[in-house]
């Protein structure tokens, strides 16, 4: 197998990844509103949070699902662009403004980590 086409697997992988795990925000919010620390003090996610992570995974559902059908070339580029675009976007967001000093730091290094994960995926497109 060459090196394009690993590269192409572990993007396709990554994006499945991202489509799984996403989809179970959006069935169940409290998979991030809990280490965000975004629930209430009896473990609940309030109205509010449930929609906003609610919408958050129904967008990387979208673009994990674009990562694993685009065809290699352009296309899959503007797949993996967008979820780096994203990841970037949630560390900035959650890493300043989470509540807890401690959450945001770790929050936004798991963005980080992700969106470093995937561009370099995508370097060989």
């Known amino acids: ?54 919408a958050i995974g129904a967008r990387d559902v979208a673009i994990g699902t674009a990562m694993v059908l685009a065809k290699p070339g352009g296309a899959l580029r503007a797949a993996v662009m967008t979820r780096v675009a994203a990841d970037l976007a949630d560390a900035a967001v959650f890493g300043l403004t989470l509540p807890d000093r401690t959450t945001r730091r770790k929050v936004a290094a798991f963005a980080l980590c992700w969106a470093a994960l995937c561009g370099v995926s995508g370097l060989r497109r």
């Open 1 to 54: 197998m060459s090196e394009k086409s690993r590269s192409v697997v572990a993007t396709r992988v990554l994006g499945a990844a991202t489509a799984v795990y996403s989809a179970a925000l959006v069935v169940s919010p409290r998979v991030l509103a809990k280490p965000t620390g975004l629930t209430t003090s009896r473990g609940e996610v309030p109205a509010p949070v449930r929609t906003l992570v609610a």
